[in-house]
């Protein structure tokens, strides 16, 4: 038996009743988060075989899963991954509302490496993470990429008290880098009454208060809240089989602003690629694909007042190769 079974039913043996079609490939995974006020710490991302898990709902969270939802450490859980022959890769710093990070997992010559799982701690929480769970990776004859929606869970390995803390395993409280304090933590509260769960499952949420040097919680109810999902992963395969090449890279920066009941522009920075250049953007609005320019910008008019559109660029190379999507949200003026 492999140590990602042996440590905890957590990272368990996982018997799916068909077979992903991917083959060995180099991906990208781009996580956005999609709250208002919470943090990611630094995003683990994993290609692995479908017979493991990072965590399971409903069992108690491995050594390596509590090291992530406790503190953002995820080295411990890329050596136990890499160690069976899973490829992995990490991002690095924090992921900000509204942000995204890029990481690629790289080829690792184990066709049986066909399925993501896709993890990072959630800032200010005790031990809530975000979590992708082995969900299938693009095979040669799919759609070169896919997206999830992603929701919020509790490791169940410490209880929710909502105090700053060290972030250490087994140690009470949550860490609070500068950005979250930033964000509106607090410092002196007497804790929310909670237990340890000892089983994963859907994050009930924090409840926070509005006494920043005091009060029941350090969490600020306002900023802090969130509903699920709290993140969307995309990731796009690299390479088609044949060895001819790499998409484009995700834009960076996506974001819109109404000017009036019936027009909205959006924005971007340049997307790159590897082995060619990026001459196009495709932008979808509501999921239909509405222009192909070559430029950093687009308006929108024609709009209807009050209704909230869904913008997602992707770029295009010269070898007609798409990269990941993009998203952002705009409200028209009532």
């Not at 050594?63 to 890769?89: D, F, H, K, T, Y």
Request: hydrophobic share 40%; no cysteine.
């Amino acid at each position: 038996m492999n140590r990602l079974t042996s440590t905890s039913a957590a990272v368990a043996l996982a018997l799916f009743g068909t077979m992903s079609s991917a083959m060995a490939a180099d991906y990208e995974v781009t996580v956005t988060n999609l709250t208002s006020g919470i943090y990611f710490t630094p995003v683990i991302a994993s290609a692995h075989a479908p017979s493991v898990a990072m965590f399971r709902s409903g069992t108690a969270a491995s050594a390596e899963l509590q090291a992530i939802a406790e503190g953002g450490n995820v080295a411990p859980m890329a050596a136990l991954l890499e160690s069976i022959g899973a490829s992995v890769a990490t991002g690095d710093g924090l992921v900000g509302p509204g942000q995204s990070v890029t990481v690629t997992i790289q080829d690792s010559g184990d066709a049986d490496n066909s399925v993501l799982s896709v993890t990072s701690m959630l800032l200010p929480t005790n031990d809530g993470f975000l979590g992708l769970n082995s969900v299938p990776l693009p095979g040669a004859g799919d759609p070169a990429t896919r997206s999830w929606n992603v929701n919020g869970y509790d490791a169940g390995t410490e209880a929710n008290d909502e105090l700053v803390g060290s972030g250490a395993p087994g140690e009470a409280g949550f860490p609070a880098p500068p950005p979250v304090v930033a964000s509106g933590t607090g410092t002196g509260g007497h804790g929310i009454p909670a237990e340890i769960e000892g089983f994963v499952h859907i994050h009930r949420n924090v409840l926070g208060d509005f006494d920043s040097e005091g009060g029941a919680s350090d969490i600020n109810s306002v900023v802090h809240r969130w509903l699920n999902p709290v993140a969307r992963v995309t990731v796009t395969r690299l390479d088609d089989g044949t060895g001819e090449g790499s998409a484009p890279s995700a834009i960076t920066g996506l974001n819109g602003v109404a000017y009036s009941t019936s027009s909205i522009e959006i924005f971007w920075d340049r997307a790159t690629s590897s082995d060619s250049i990026v001459t196009a953007y495709d932008i979808y609005r509501n999921g239909t694909l509405i222009d192909t320019r070559d430029a950093l910008s687009f308006f929108d008019d024609s709009l209807r007042a009050g209704v909230e559109y869904e913008y997602e660029v992707r770029a295009v190379d010269a070898n007609g190769e798409t990269g990941p999507s993009s998203t952002v949200s705009v409200s028209t003026f009532e």
